[in-house]
């Protein structure tokens, strides 16, 4: 695989977790927006506390939205700030790491994630499986799965 290739595949791997980041801010503001109009409308009853139980209850659907949003936001820095233009020699933010049956991309905690039939483990930098890749090059191994994995290569 040629260099330019390489750094094709980061490329489309950032776009791809940026895209995938936006949808969920979109969906958590969305998700904010129909509780604060839910928390908004609800009506004052003769069925006493009702209502204030219905507000308060909206109020802490959203404040967890928020807080959801707010954790969307940091993982959209953070994976902004990650370099996909540079190839590296070791484990380190911005490094691919591939072993025979995984991929994994320092980039951002988005998950284990199926990109064009290919399974990835976007991992944040301060997780601490990016911690065990943290050095590691082509060669060497980490123990994942409860199985030793032998890194094959590192860009």
Do not use: C
């Not at 967890?64 to 020699?89: F, G, N, P, V």
């Amino acid at each position: 695989m040629t260099d330019h290739e390489k750094i094709a595949i980061k490329n489309k791997l950032k776009k791809w977790g940026l895209d995938f980041i936006a949808q969920r801010i979109a969906n958590t503001q969305e998700a904010i927006r129909h509780a604060q109009e839910g928390a908004n409308s609800e009506e004052k009853s003769s069925a006493g506390d009702k209502y204030e139980t219905g507000r308060a209850m909206g109020h802490l659907e959203r404040d967890m939205h928020a807080r959801q949003l707010a954790e969307s936001l940091k993982e959209l820095a953070t994976l902004h700030a990650i370099q996909t233009d540079t190839l590296y020699e070791e484990g380190s933010p911005g490094a691919l790491l591939q072993t025979d049956d995984i991929t994994f991309f320092i980039s951002a905690g988005l998950g284990r994630r199926v990109v064009d039939f290919q399974t990835v483990f976007f991992l944040s930098p301060q997780a601490p499986l990016a911690g065990l890749l943290h050095h590691k090059k082509p060669g060497d191994s980490i123990f994942f799965n409860q199985k030793n994995v032998i890194i094959r290569d590192v860009f």
